[in-house]
């Protein structure tokens, strides 16, 4: 149900779904909508003052988002310049792997939404996001490295970082530095 509340002249649209949960939630989400979830038992009357009451966090976070989308970086890369660096770094990132005994992974190539790349470590598979055209070498690189990591380290423990770091020793400031690159 779509509602909407007024605050200091602004008008703050909001999806309310009722659910099961303890009283009431509230989410911004990165594509600026208001996501209210709220008990059967919550009357409108006290959502809406509810979500008055949050109006200043709202509107900092869509503020927030907006200049995230604002900024959304450019293609760094033609597609084809893209593939083939990506193809270049991937096997120069498996000669250095080899010293771990691995057989080459398959490489897959996807639009994702939530994440750089994914390795699949049964079957042997590592999937690089398409989005990674708007990341510089380094950063690609580094997304290669952590991916083949989890061939040899499936979770993201202090084992995994080790392996990590022994072919990215910079992965901290480069990984902090990807958290602010918004995907889509
Ligand atoms: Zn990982």
């Not at 996807?110 to 708007?134: A, D, E, F, H, P």
């Not at 490295?145 to 084992?159: A, R, T």
Request: aromatic share 14%; hydrophobic share 35%; glycine share 2%.
């Amino acid at each position: 149900m779509i509602r909407e509340v007024e605050y200091k002249g602004k008008v703050i649209k909001y999806n309310l779904e009722r659910k099961k949960v303890k009283n009431i939630n509230l989410r911004v989400k990165p594509d600026m909508s208001v996501y209210v979830s709220a008990n059967n038992r919550v009357s409108l009357k006290y959502i809406d003052e509810f979500v008055i009451k949050k109006a200043d966090f709202v509107l900092n976070a869509i503020e927030n988002f907006q200049k995230r989308t604002y900024t959304l970086p450019q293609p760094k890369y033609s597609k084809q310049e893209f593939s083939e660096y990506i193809s270049k770094s991937f096997d120069e990132i498996y000669k250095k792997f080899k010293i771990f005994n691995i057989i080459k992974p398959e490489l897959k190539l996807r639009k994702m939404k939530s994440r750089w790349g994914s390795c699949n470590y049964v079957k042997c598979i590592i999937t690089l996001n398409t989005q990674l055209i708007y990341c510089t070498k380094e950063q690609i690189d580094y997304v290669i490295i952590h991916e083949f990591s989890h061939l040899i380290v499936h979770n993201h423990g202090d084992e995994f970082y080790k392996v990590v770091e022994k072919f990215c020793k910079d992965y901290k400031r480069i990984r902090k530095e990807m958290n602010k690159i918004y995907l889509r």
